[in-house]
């Protein structure tokens, strides 16, 4: 990793260094006409995949819910093959009517493999991408960092959820509440603990800390299980076409198909035993309902909830997930300066076949999406590891015609944008 060059024109630009930026990466290596030298992937933690690896940390996971044929990696077995090749199948998690899960270790060692050959790290740009605009010689996009801005021909935007957690109401200017995943320090010498949250990070979390505290966990619903964060079929791309293509590009009508398809806040069946041998020993409780006001008195925290209890704890944890990313500001901020396509909910409008933003214009812009800001076109599984092998078929597809099509022709790709000619 190293800090970002000054102005310089490089052939794709990666925004984020998550596993959707990081399978990308290594894809656009593979399968899009470029080396090494035309690839950056920017991302302002200090390597590659830090994001997951802290927020798996931070909630004690210890394997992952997707099968091990989900990775950073282009082979389907290429984890498999890795833990073979290192004796370590034991760590590929047997799973009840459901392939094999990987444990985190596993899935994180054989991403470093990954990353180390295909030496992604010295693609790496340590920095925060503030802005994206069209550049005036229609030659591609200039990407405004924290570290100077960056030239590029192709950008692909891999943000994940933008990194705005949610902090409901009630927790303004509460001392004693805490994020998960914004600096959370599970080893905190505390007796009780309340988390708040329904979904896998909430009962992840509410496990491990009870194996060392009395912890409550507070539930808006009860807890359900699903196996995976969507029925299988919806990995399939006929699947997507058919169900989700055939509703108008950013409709409220594709945002309810996905919204319904994906298993928002249930968890799996794995964890919902662990879940409840947890509350048959008793240190472990389950309270369902919302709170309505919350006040600190001598380092307690009381939670009043809307039925009229109240819970205490030394310290409340929220594992209530991200704010949309869909509005954004850094979203908001893109679209406006280049004049992008957006749907129901501020949700990108994409081409359904390169996952390109669309222009409000009709021109082409060579701005490209993947994760959670894909998800009216890649489907319920965008924002997860699968999603990353989905949107980076296309987008590979994508930039190896636009490539060949340009080079064939000798001209340039035209890039739109304010102050932009055709
Ligand atoms: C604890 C946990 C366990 C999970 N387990 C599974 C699982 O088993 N299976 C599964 O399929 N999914 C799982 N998920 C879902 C998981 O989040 C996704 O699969 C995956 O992390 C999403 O990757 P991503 O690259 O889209 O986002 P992220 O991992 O969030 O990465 C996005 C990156 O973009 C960077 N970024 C954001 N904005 C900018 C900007 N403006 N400039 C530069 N960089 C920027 C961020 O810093 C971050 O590093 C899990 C999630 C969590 C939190």
Known sequence: MTTPNS???????????????????QRLLEDAPFDGSDVRIVDPNDRLLASFREKAAACGM????????????????????????????????????????PSLELFLDHAEYVIDRKDLDSLHRQAVVTGIVGLPDATGL?????????????????????????????????????????????????????????????????????????????????????????????INWSHIEETLHVHTPGSSDRFDVVSDARNTATVPPYLYAEFEDRTDEGTLTLTQGAVESATVEDGSVRLSLDHGLELFGDRVVL??????????PFVDRVADELGLARGYRG???????????????????????????????????????????RAGDRITAALARRSYRSEADGTNEPVSGPGVSD
Do not use: K
């Open 7 to 25: 102005v310089r024109n490089v052939g794709c630009t990666v925004v984020g260094g998550g596993i959707h930026g990081t399978y990308l990466a």
């Open 347 to 389: 949700m990108p409008i994409l081409d359904d076949d390169t996952l390109a933003w669309e222009h409000e214009g009709g021109r082409f812009v060579p701005l490209y999406v993947s994760g959670a800001l894909s998800l009216g076109t890649v489907g319920p599984y965008a924002p997860n590891v699968p999603g990353a092998r």
């Open 319 to 328: 594992a209530t997930g991200f704010e949309p990313v869909f509005d954004h």
């Open 142 to 234: 200039r990407l405004e960092t924290t570290a100077g801005p960056i030239e590029t021909g192709r950008c692909v935007l891999a943000i994940g959820h933008g990194g705005r957690y949610r902090w409901p109401g009630w927790t303004d200017g509460l001392d004693g509440v805490e994020h998960v995943w914004d600096d959370f320090d599970p080893d905190a010498s505390v007796d009780r603990t309340v988390v708040v949250g329904g979904g896998i990070t909430a009962a992840q979390l509410a496990c491990e800390l009870s194996e060392t505290q009395s912890v409550t966990l507070l539930s808006r619903r009860p807890i359900e299980w699903e196996v995976s964060e969507a029925d299988p079929p919806w």
């Open 62 to 101: 210890d394997a992952l819910r997707s099968t091990f044929v989900h990775h950073v990696g282009t082979e389907p077995f290429g984890l498999e093959s890795f833990a073979e090749a290192n004796d370590r199948e034991d760590e590929l998690v047997p799973t009840v009517d459901y392939p094999p899960r």
